[in-house]
């Protein structure tokens, strides 16, 4: 889209058209997803996407042309200004998300009884892991045990899903929400 189209846009959004708002979204957010995607790091790509944080940003703009009454002067100085809102955005996603995936651990790594590693684990961290695995079946519904001691084994999130019929993301959704449950008792 050229600029001189995206400036008059710009004053269409300016004076409250929501085809306008809609247009703009468009036109910027292939870019902004790039920006997101580019310092998004893979332990972080199953916490959020792209498209949330943009879609984020531009919830609060729109809000922000509505009722703030926000004005630009240019395409150019809303780009600069999308742009920086996306990156403290995504800042704040990251630290959201950074320390539950720090401290994010393989199910394997609980499993120490069955691990070959067992002769060179230390019997603290076999208690840790016996520990954990305790926690992790009290704060589960016995409806999902299955699906913890298949991830325990060492299956992928596709295997777990055709043992157990659920959908992948199911399983995704279940084990991350585990992983928060826990978090939040530490």
């Known amino acids: 889209m050229s600029s001189d189209s995206l400036d008059g846009l710009l004053e269409r959004l300016t004076a409250g058209d929501p085809a306008a708002a809609e247009q703009v979204f468009l036109a910027y957010e292939p870019y902004l997803r790039m920006v997101v995607r ?10 959020f996407d792209s498209i949330d944080v943009v879609q984020s940003v531009w919830a609060d703009v729109v809000h922000g042309f ?89 299956c992928s999130l596709a295997e777990i899903a055709e043992r157990t019929s659920l959908h992948e993301s199911s399983v995704r959704r279940i084990l991350y929400e585990l992983a928060r449950r826990i978090d939040g008792e530490e």
């Open 38 to 47: 580019r310092r998004l790091p893979s332990r972080l790509r199953s916490k």
């Open 66 to 154: 509505r009722e703030a009454g926000w004005h630009f002067t240019n395409a150019a100085q809303l780009k600069a200004f999308l742009v920086k809102v996306t990156q403290n955005r995504f800042l704040d996603r990251v630290r959201k998300h950074g320390n539950a995936a720090n401290r994010e651990q393989s199910l394997n790594f609980a499993n120490n009884h069955q691990s070959s590693s067992e002769e060179t684990s230390r019997p603290s961290q076999v208690a840790q892991a016996d520990e954990l695995w305790q926690r992790m079946l009290r704060l589960c519904p016995p409806a999902h045990h299955e699906l913890l001691r298949l991830k325990r084994q060492g």
